[in-house]
């Protein structure tokens, strides 16, 4: 997401590139250029035109450092005010009663019933509360069946009723049910309903003050632009949500939606989808988004990622085997297999700076890892922990094993080989550099 906005606003500032100082003619030709960029993006125009006149004026109040330049000063306040546009802080979810109630509201097709698996997950994984879902859609056909396959696929139990055609009656009973057996947070799924349709609009209004949530999440479909933006308004008159949900920001949008919803309905973002997996789900942090935007990537995000999957006793035994030159490929399989935990290929590297430009237009395939995982899944248990037994005959057997070509095989042994040289190297150098630090014993 976000790609062509971030383009059009790093040509947007190369207009004051070159310039000695920021003057009202140069920022008022990068502002409309900025304005145009936003607009394209489906941006709401009210916001936009706001947002830009928010920067002229902060721009024309600041007295340029000669150490930075006018488009620096420009990227640093464009910057900041999309934060704030944005809801500036990272709100989280205000869990007070137990069971504490959530309930999902929102359009046919935006994907609640599978962000309520997530959530769930989430809050079971990292939060390490017992949560429960409660299957209130009693229109689509499936919706029950879906839930109690997610719920089966996380570990959380689903709170069904398939006598009852009441989704309040059956919101109200997954409560009692929850309290009764002791979960701490209710997930509550309910049914896709326009904002036009009064009967369902009474309804998710009925299920709300029936069951008091802790919050109530208005879950949106990023792809659907600026309708998204005059549902959540016409949503929220009738809900008067707690937060908003967007999901879908992996697919093909000009994510316009979140930089307008905040202002439009003055709900934060709590939550963002971002693929398909389970464990696709990002508390919104509107300072991250901001860096993304203007493509300097988001290091805090992509470390937070990695240290979901960092296992201490893991990493100290990885570290003895390198030292002593013993790292397979059974350890390699086990390194790929965290990396895949951390989520999109292209997404993990679009937050390092810089990168994400670079892969704007190269599609990075998430089954990059099938064919090295199928050469290593060919090799015996013996030639995975002894890769130096790795003759002619036996990779010519793994090529044919994995349906790949020799040429494939040689070219990871290579780069397994080197890989495993740079990795003792690396410890080596630390080992030296703490036995440097050392002090030495006195005689």
Request: proline share 3%.
């Amino acid at each position: 997401m976000f790609e062509n906005l971030s383009e059009r606003l790093e040509r947007s500032f190369k207009i004051l590139k070159g310039e000695g100082k920021i003057t009202e003619i140069n920022v008022a030709e990068t502002l409309k250029d900025v304005r145009r960029a936003l607009l394209d993006a489906d941006v709401n125009y009210k916001v936009a035109k706001q947002f830009t006149d928010t920067v002229k004026q902060k721009a024309l109040g600041q007295n340029v450092l000669t150490a930075v330049k006018p488009s620096q000063l420009m990227v640093k306040i464009v910057h900041d005010e999309l934060a704030l546009l944005m809801g500036g802080e990272t709100a989280d979810l205000e869990l007070k009663n137990r069971p504490a109630v959530i309930l999902m509201a929102g359009l046919n097709g935006a994907g609640k019933t599978t962000f309520s698996g997530k959530l769930a997950m989430m809050l079971r994984t990292k939060r390490k509360r017992s949560p429960m879902l409660a299957a209130c859609d009693v229109y689509r056909p499936a919706a029950i069946e879906q839930l109690r396959v997610l719920g089966e696929q996380i570990g959380v139990p689903v709170f069904t009723q398939l006598d009852c055609s009441d989704p309040v009656q059956i919101a109200k009973n997954a409560v009692q049910e929850a309290k009764s057996r002791g979960y701490d947070t209710v997930i509550v799924d309910t049914a896709g309903r326009l904002a036009i349709d009064e009967k369902l609009m009474q309804e998710i209004a009925a299920i709300k003050e029936a069951i008091n949530p802790d919050e109530t999440l208005f879950v949106v479909d990023a792809m659907t632009g600026q309708d998204a933006v005059n549902t959540a308004k016409e949503f929220n008159d009738r809900l008067d949500y707690t937060g908003v949900v967007l999901t879908k920001l992996d697919g093909d949008t000009r994510g316009g939606a979140a930089l307008s919803i905040r202002t439009v309905v003055d709900k934060p973002i709590k939550f963002v989808g971002t693929g398909e997996k389970m464990e696709a789900i990002d508390a919104f942090h509107p300072a991250r988004m901001a860096d993304r935007i203007l493509g300097m990537g988001d290091i805090v995000s992509l470390v937070e990622r990695a240290q979901e999957q960092y296992d201490e006793a893991e990493a100290r035994r990885l570290q003895k085997k390198i030292q002593k030159n013993q790292f397979d490929f059974n350890d390699f399989y086990k390194q790929i297999q965290q990396i895949k935990k951390m989520g999109n290929i292209k997404d993990l590297a679009s937050m390092i700076p810089g990168v994400g430009k670079a892969l704007k237009d190269i599609d990075i395939d998430d089954n990059a890892f099938k064919g090295i995982e199928a050469i290593i899944m060919s090799m015996t248990p013996q030639e995975r922990t002894h890769p130096e037994i790795l003759n002619t005959s036996r990779r010519q057997r793994i090529a044919r094993g994995s349906g790949t070509d020799i040429q494939q095989v040689n070219r990871l042994l290579k780069q397994f080989d080197q890989t495993r040289k740079m990795m003792k190297m690396v410890t080596s150098n630390k080992m030296a550099q703490m036995m440097a630090r050392m002090p030495m014993p006195k005689r």
